[in-house]
């Protein structure tokens, strides 16, 4: 009984803080697309930084962060898509978080194509890393003119690596 109460005083009395899970920001975004009208489905790779086309789409990966592997799995990519049709200006179609394991929280909506976020691969080192872990600094733009890139979205913050008094 007296072992069982100083355990319990002992756990009461460390310090109630919030274990934020650490994300790591990553090179490589994996996507997958999927042309509506032929039904062929393309897995294809971005660096950080630069376009690739797929259809008549360019995409740009801006920031791409994984959970790591204690925690439930998650990969999360900053895109920017733009739909450059023949005879057209180039339209931006989408521009925020894709979540890999919740493609239908933010989706690229588009009448031909789909996109989702596979995984994130090739981690950055920390030579390469800006302050605050982004491949760009945050509200900073990219060199090649894009718009600033928001820090990682709370998805990482887990409810298992919360504190549980929030």
Not at 8 to 36: F, I, M, N, R
Not at 60 to 70: E, I, L, N, Q
Request: proline content about 13%; some cysteine; hydrophobic content about 45%.
């Amino acid at each position: 009984m007296r072992i069982a109460a100083g355990c319990l005083l002992a756990l009461l009395a460390l310090p109630a803080t919030a274990s934020a899970a650490v994300v790591e920001p990553y090179a490589v975004v994996v996507l997958q697309g999927l042309d509506k009208i032929t039904a062929r489905i393309s897995t294809f790779t971005a660096r950080i930084g630069e376009m690739v086309r797929f259809g008549t789409l360019e995409i740009t990966a801006r920031a791409c962060y994984k959970s790591p592997p204690v925690e439930p799995p998650e990969s999360a990519a900053f895109l920017e898509i733009e739909a450059v049709d023949p005879g057209r200006p180039a339209e931006r179609v989408f521009s925020g978080w894709m979540f890999a394991s919740s493609p239908s929280i933010s989706a690229l909506e588009h009448p031909v194509y789909d996109v989702w976020v596979l995984d994130c691969e090739e981690p950055l080192p920390p030579e390469a890393r800006a302050p605050g872990g982004s491949a760009t600094p945050p509200g900073e733009a990219p060199a090649d003119g894009g718009e600033a890139v928001p820090l990682p979205p709370d998805v990482f913050l887990l409810p298992n690596s919360r504190n549980a008094n929030e």
